[in-house]
């Protein structure tokens, strides 16, 4: 599959000088390299730059980039699998291409149990996955990525799911050298107040890796976090890998850019080491 961008120009701007000088407007200061944290995972959001851009931005900068990238995301659109990956092919932004990591792509669809297929039309239209390429671009222009679209599914699919991952990463010999991405935003359309606490409750989830606890406290809270199926996902792949460490690089909402605090959209950039 070709995947051809389907929000630019309307998630973030068109063509990579555009990108480039919306990113250099929020002002965030460089990191140096050897501060940068060798991260294994990162919840990072996924709406228009104006909003999240910033917080998103924040969270890439502080950690290495890895040469594979597996790229969680869940499903806005309503079509395709449950648990849709692509295994070949690339995603052909007009002034770039990032390859799909092909080799372990399929190293996931064919671990045992399994519950993965090559599913083009979950993701053909899907901004969860592409909003984040551009910016991780930023950092690295030479990374191949596996994209993920999950529907929502229970809570034994996600510890499924997350074993296939890590079984095709570790027999891959990948462990050191991937970074997976569950891209996600936080609370939808609540009062900023209300979305801060509601958020709360699912960030301490994340920053004590309590996979289970997070998709519970969704569930039995009613918390609006789209990706919490990736961010689950994540987190048990991570604490497989022996990763114990999380941290908060970023919280704000869409009211910080549209001054309306009534109804917001929550955003977070949590990095998992």
Do not use: W
């Amino acid at each position: 599959m070709i995947r051809k961008p389907a929000v630019s120009g309307y998630f973030y701007p068109a063509g990579i000088n555009n990108i480039k000088k919306l990113i250099a407007s929020f002002n965030i200061p460089e990191v140096n390299e050897k501060e940068k944290i060798d991260a294994f995972g990162i919840v990072s959001p996924h709406a228009g730059y104006v909003y999240s851009g910033k917080t998103a931005f924040m969270g890439y900068s502080k950690i290495v980039i890895k040469n594979n990238i597996i790229i969680l995301g869940p499903n806005h659109t309503g079509f395709g699998s449950d648990f849709s990956i692509i295994d070949e092919g690339a995603y052909n932004f007009s002034d770039f291409k990032i390859p799909v990591n092909s080799d372990l792509a399929k190293a996931i669809i064919n671990e045992n149990d399994s519950p993965f297929k090559v599913d083009e039309l979950a993701q053909a239209k899907e901004h969860s996955i592409e909003v984040q390429i551009p910016l991780i671009h930023y950092f690295k222009d030479n990374f191949s990525i596996v994209p993920v679209v999950f529907s929502y599914i229970r809570y034994n699919d996600v510890v499924k799911a997350a074993n296939a991952i890590y079984h095709a990463v570790e027999k891959s010999g990948l462990l050191n050298d991937v970074l997976i991405v569950a891209s996600s935003d936080m609370t939808h359309y609540e009062t900023a107040q209300n979305a801060k606490i509601k958020d709360e409750i699912a960030i301490r989830q994340i920053l004590n890796l309590n996979a289970y606890g997070l998709y519970n406290k969704v569930m039995e809270n009613g918390i609006s976090m789209c990706g919490f199926i990736p961010a689950s996902i994540m987190i048990l792949t991570a604490k497989m890998s022996g990763r114990a460490n999380a941290k908060l690089i970023n919280y704000t909402n869409s009211g910080e850019t549209t001054g309306d605090y009534s109804s917001v959209v929550g955003y977070s950039s949590i990095v998992v080491y």
